[in-house]
């Protein structure tokens, strides 16, 4: 197993930028394809990004692409989330998961078998 600790949330302005961190500890993580996903209360978990743990393919959902990047150093067991140009839309709590191998319907979070315990990034003046 692989434990999951996501810290770097926070408040920030519209157009600001933050950097979520998701610190493995456990197994190797290098064993792992890692994932970034956000939910709003009320809503379902949504899939923000993912990134493959050898060849460091990255995956994201269309409101991502071009905002943030997704990033892993395995040497020190951590996958970054870089998020610029925030908008209120994007407050939200993020959440990092982790998978052998990433799913082929990788953007579905019941197909993700470890999980942090989330970090709130609030996006407002």
């Known amino acids: 197993q692989v434990q999951l600790v996501e810290s770097g949330g926070g408040l920030v302005q519209p157009g600001g930028s933050l950097r979520l961190s998701c610190a493995a500890s456990g197994r190797s993580f290098n064993n792992y394809d890692m994932a970034w996903f956000r939910q709003v209360p009320g809503k379902e978990r949504e899939f923000v990004a993912a990134?493959?743990?050898?060849?460091?393919?990255?995956y994201y959902v269309d409101s991502a692409k071009g905002r943030f990047t997704v990033s892993r150093d395995n040497a020190k067991n951590t996958v970054y989330l870089q998020m610029n140009s925030l908008q209120p839309e994007d407050t939200a709590v993020y959440y990092c998961?982790?998978?052998?191998?990433?799913?082929?319907?990788?953007?579905?979070?019941?197909?993700?078998?470890?999980w942090g315990q989330g970090t709130q990034v609030t996006v407002s003046a």
């Open positions: 998961a982790g998978n052998a191998d990433i799913p082929n319907n990788y953007y579905k979070p019941l197909l993700w078998d470890y």
């Open positions: 990134i493959t743990r050898i060849s460091f393919t990255t």
